[in-house]
């Protein structure tokens, strides 16, 4: 007799049909969007899943071409928008968490890992780039906000993920016409012109690159108009 190979007869069904003829991978990637980070991120987990097991797939044609330059421009919310959705929301633990991410550009999961050192000066304390000081890009928005007086929800979430993915769900709850992140890109937007690069983007937890690359395409024309309104002072 033989001697089998561990996990050989595992390797070879999911090779072949029952038929006998080599089967076709239908990746699970196929569930997200083209050309997302979603179907970009399960592409590469499945490929290191299929490179491990030595199973003969190439997911490459489904991978698609995301990256900050192939990313669908957003609609930046205006102040005035921003404001009367702040006005709607009844909760003050969640009014705190939009104001937050107003005034400051936070990545969503941040909010519960942030704190006043110096008022209105804000610490991001841990996150996806790690630790960082902001300022609001509105002076007068913390104090408009009422934001001096930390207020959390109670959230829970393993993940930094988890977390973005609970302030996510509360918004469309709330009847938010925006997701959270538009905040994050309506307050970069509006740095552009007012902020020196490498500042707006160490404030965003960015490089200089990544910021330039990914927001001075989104400005429209409004942007532009003020930008000349405020030459012109």
């Not at 199973?55 to 957003?74: C, E, F, M, Q, T």
């Not at 996150?127 to 609001?136: C, I």
């Not at 690159?209 to 002072?233: C, E, F, I, N, P």
Request: aromatic share 8%.
């Amino acid at each position: 007799h033989r001697r089998r190979r561990p996990g050989g007869g595992a390797r070879r069904r999911a090779r072949r049909r029952p038929g006998g003829r080599p089967r076709r991978p239908r990746p699970a990637a196929l569930a997200h969007a083209c050309n997302t980070r979603a179907r970009r991120r399960v592409c590469l987990a499945l490929g290191a899943l299929a490179k491990f097991a030595s199973l003969p797939i190439d997911l490459a044609p489904w991978k698609g071409n995301y990256g900050p330059a192939s990313a669908v421009p957003r609609s930046i919310p205006s102040d005035t928008a921003i404001l009367a959705a702040w006005e709607s929301i009844q909760s003050e633990e969640w009014r705190w968490v939009f104001g937050v991410l107003a005034a400051y550009g936070l990545r969503p999961h941040e909010v519960f890992a942030c704190q006043f050192d110096r008022y209105p000066r804000l610490r991001v304390l841990a996150g996806k780039t790690g630790p960082r000081l902001v300022y609001p890009l509105q002076p007068d928005w913390p104090d408009r906000l009422g934001l001096k007086a930390r207020r959390l929800p109670r959230c829970s979430g393993r993940r930094n993920a988890d977390l973005g993915h609970r302030v996510t769900q509360a918004f469309r709850r709330m009847g938010i016409a925006f997701a959270p992140y538009d905040l994050r890109h309506a307050w970069a937007v509006r740095a552009i012109g007012k902020l020196d690069l490498s500042i707006a983007a160490a404030m965003m937890g960015h490089s200089s690159v990544v910021h330039t690359r990914t927001y001075q395409r989104w400005l429209g024309a409004s942007d532009l108009d003020r930008a000349w309104k405020d030459l012109k002072r």
